[in-house]
């Protein structure tokens, strides 16, 4: 997708269109194929310009990036057997982002929201470990904070 075309959905659609992009973003493999980050940059530039709230567009990013991270968790709590089993993650996603999670454990769903590889895959094993649920919420909602 082009900058001019997503300037136009985010003209069209606002911040719902901005909602969805980042949603997915942060989930597992929908991330390899939309550009969030960009839609995000847009939308923030827009924002500048006065043509979306900027209070708005942040709190908007900032949800988003959480439900779809929480989203990527809940997939890997549920599906993380059959994921592996089928070999839905491929070995050069997964085990780079296990590594990365076992050695730093809550710490690596914070920052991997700044790592593009990592940042969709990392809740996914967090999931998939069966990380604590309330420590991933929290670490999940310290970076969405920081991220958006």
């Not at 942040?58 to 089928?86: C, E, H, P």
């Amino acid at each position: 997708m082009e900058i001019s075309e997503l300037t136009t959905y985010i003209q069209k659609y606002g911040l719902l269109f901005v909602f969805i992009f980042t949603f997915l973003e942060t989930v597992a493999f929908a991330s390899i194929i939309v550009p969030g980050e960009t839609a995000v940059v847009i939308a923030g530039m827009m924002a500048s310009k006065g043509y979306i709230n900027m209070e708005y567009l942040i709190v908007v990013v900032i949800i988003s990036a959480f439900l779809g991270y929480l989203t990527s968790y809940l997939l890997g709590s549920y599906f993380g057997n059959i994921i592996i089993r089928k070999k839905l993650l491929k070995d050069k996603y997964y085990k780079p982002t296990q590594y990365f999670f076992e050695k730093y454990g809550g710490i690596s769903v914070l920052f991997s929201r700044f790592l593009s590889l990592l940042r969709s895959f990392t809740a996914l094993v967090a999931g998939m470990s069966k990380m604590n649920f309330i420590s991933f919420v929290i670490f999940d909602a310290i970076g969405a904070v920081l991220w958006g």
